[in-house]
T-cell receptor, first 111, second 117 residues
Framework: DAKTTQPPSMDCAEGRAANLPCNHSTISGNEYVYWYRQIHSQGPQYIIHGLKNNETNEMASLIITEDRKSSTLILPHATLRDTAVYYCIVRVANTGNQFYFGTGTSLTVIP | DAGVIQSPRHEVTEMGQEVTLRCKPISGHDYLFWYRQTMMRGLELLIYFNNNVPIDDSGMPEDRFSAKMPNASFSTLKIQPSEPRDSAVYFC???????????????FGPGTRLTVL
């Protein structure tokens, strides 16, 4: 699975959009981009995933560049409960294999 | 659905004791994973099952660790004897392999925080 690079930490004002970047320059054509987050003392929580097209669900939006070498997770209106570590993972889908969680980005939403 | 259920949520034991962690996956899921999280090593996979059969246990640290899945709705991770370095949060996750690509998302339980004194 391709390696990802994320900034170690970010701050965001409450109510503003949080934009979390991820670089995955070695991504292969059959690898998906997944985003998970982990709120303190809880299990990782699935947020969203995509292959080529931008995706949106009730939690967030995922913007993938045309060359697929980077992506951005967007939380449109960050709340204090969004404070967590966010993991960007690149992985071939439907392999049944593990997700490799790196160090992620620690997002702090500031009141 | 109640999600992945793990018990106990917290376990404190003394070195040398046997510890058993339990997991109930989401109903209908065909994959089950055991992960361990520490500050030093982050989140790492220990073992995973497909249709109750262990597929890859290369992450199990040593023979003191063993995992079973007697049926589709229950799995255990056992440490015997336990050591202080086993102190960590242990997560269970489950997923369903589907025909449509990109949908084998893993859903994690709340974890068991193990402290070995």
């Amino acid at each position: 699975d391709a390696k990802t690079t994320q900034p170690p930490s970010m701050d965001c004002a409450e109510g503003r959009a949080a934009n979390l970047p991820c670089n995955h320059s070695t991504i292969s054509g059959n690898e998906y981009v997944y985003w998970y987050r982990q709120i303190h003392s809880q299990g990782p929580q699935y947020i969203i995933h995509g292959l080529k097209n931008n995706e949106t669900n009730e939690m967030a939006s995922l913007i993938i560049t045309e060359d697929r070498k980077s992506s951005t997770l967007i939380l449109p209106h960050a709340t204090l409960r969004d404070t967590a570590v966010y993991y960007c993972i690149v992985r071939v889908a439907n392999t049944g294999n593990q997700f490799y969680f790196g160090t992620g980005t620690s997002l702090t939403v500031i009141p | 659905d109640a999600g992945v259920i793990q018990s106990p949520r917290h376990e404190v034991t003394e070195m040398g004791q046997e510890v058993t962690l339990r997991c109930k996956p989401i109903s209908g899921h065909d994959y089950l994973f055991w992960y361990r999280q520490t500050m030093m090593r982050g989140l790492e996979l220990l073992i995973y099952f497909n249709n109750n059969v262990p597929i890859d246990d290369s992450g199990m640290p040593e023979d003191r660790f063993s995992a079973k899945m007697p049926n589709a709705s229950f799995s255990t991770l056992k440490i015997q004897p336990s050591e202080p370095r086993d102190s960590a949060v242990y997560f269970c996750a489950s997923s369903l392999m589907q025909q449509r690509e990109g949908t084998d998302t893993q859903y994690f339980g709340p974890g068991t925080r193990l402290t070995v004194l």
